[in-house]
């Protein structure tokens, strides 16, 4: 059986939902952190909490950093490490136009010398720390990433995810299988495939393609059905109530630590983008347009299993 990954969603999959999410499901054997980032000269505080020791208590957690100048990716490298963690992804697949406009995460890949610095700069920590890489194909051109290869071979990371897409196509649209298989036929770095699965047979049809693959990340298949690694494993698909009881434990969690209706509806409602198809379109639309928690309550308590 082939290893799988619960990918890093920011917003979505913080501390809270890793230790629910272990503890009803499972079937996952990394769990990566979203990535952590400098802003306004400091670590963002949600980012250390997030991947504190005594947040993540029993799950095996890779922090995230993201791909930028030297100084940052150093910053974050050192707390990380100073946790005693053993392991770091870096981000060079990050799309979105605020984070590429600064030649960060996906937007370095068309600097392959921002690239090169950058992990020139981070050999330095790798007695204390192993490095992952998670990367997509490139921020214009789907060439990007294969021509950084030789020199990501150099860095020896322990291995890299790739997202087939290119930054403008977001997370949509086709997945460019072909530039994913010239990256997995050049190189003996072990790739992890990550892109658009959402069943068991997903999960089996790229095994079969690519037998040398390490692992299987996966990010909204695992919000639309949050059992699909155990039932890969093991065959016991979602059940209705589990899911109810992860939900609604999520919830909780949010409405005990955030302040104001606003702010926990808006935290909430985005994961109710993802429901699981036994959830009837009425349910999550009254879930969505609720204005308050009482409403909210009444939304996701009307609907019967
Ligand atoms: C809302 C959202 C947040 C994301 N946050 C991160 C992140 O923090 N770090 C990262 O490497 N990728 C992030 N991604 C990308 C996912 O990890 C993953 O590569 C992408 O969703 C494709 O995989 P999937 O088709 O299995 O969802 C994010 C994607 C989405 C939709």
């Known amino acids: 059986m082939i290893d799988i990954y619960s990918a890093p ?41 997030d991947i504190a ?16 100048k030297p ?22 697949g990050c799309p979105f136009p605020p984070i590429t406009n600064k030649k960060q995460g996906a937007g370095m890949l068309c600097y392959p010398e921002l690239v090169i610095e950058m992990l020139k700069e981070l050999t330095q920590y790798k007695n204390d720390i192993q490095f992952s890489i998670k990367a997509r194909l490139g921020l214009k051109a789907d060439n990007e990433l294969i021509n950084l290869i030789p020199e990501i071979e150099k860095f020896k990371p322990t291995e890299l995810t790739i997202h087939p897409r290119i930054a403008k196509q977001q997370y949509t649209g086709d997945i460019l299988i072909n530039q994913f298989d010239e990256i997995y036929n050049a190189t003996s770095i072990p790739i992890v495939y ?47 109530a589990e899911f109810m009881t992860f939900s609604n434990q999520i919830y909780n969690y949010y409405k005990d630590t955030l302040q104001g209706d606003s702010h926990i509806l808006a935290k909430i409602k985005p994961f109710w983008n993802y429901a699981p198809d036994f959830i009837d379109h009425k349910t999550t639309k009254l879930i969505k347009k609720s204005s308050s928690l009482a409403k909210y309550e009444n939304a996701v308590n009307s609907f019967i299993y």
């Open 194 to 240: 990550n892109g658009d699965i959402l069943t068991v047979d997903n999960i089996n049809s790229i095994v079969m393609k690519y037998p040398k693959l390490k692992a299987i990340m996966i990010g909204r298949g695992l919000l639309y059905n949050p059992a699909l690694a155990r039932e890969y494993q093991n065959g016991k698909k979602l059940e209705i």
């Open 9 to 49: 969603l920011q917003g979505f999959t913080e501390a809270i939902w890793r230790r629910l999410h272990n503890n009803i499901f499972g079937g996952i054997s990394k769990y990566y952190a979203p990535f952590m980032r400098i802003e306004h000269g400091e670590i963002r505080k949600k980012d250390i909490r």
């Open 53 to 68: 020791i005594e947040n993540n208590q029993g799950l095996n957690i890779i922090p995230q950093i993201l791909a930028s």
């Open 71 to 92: 100084d940052n990716a150093k910053r974050t490298t050192e707390h990380i490490i100073s946790l005693g963690y053993k392991e770091i992804d870096i981000n060079i």
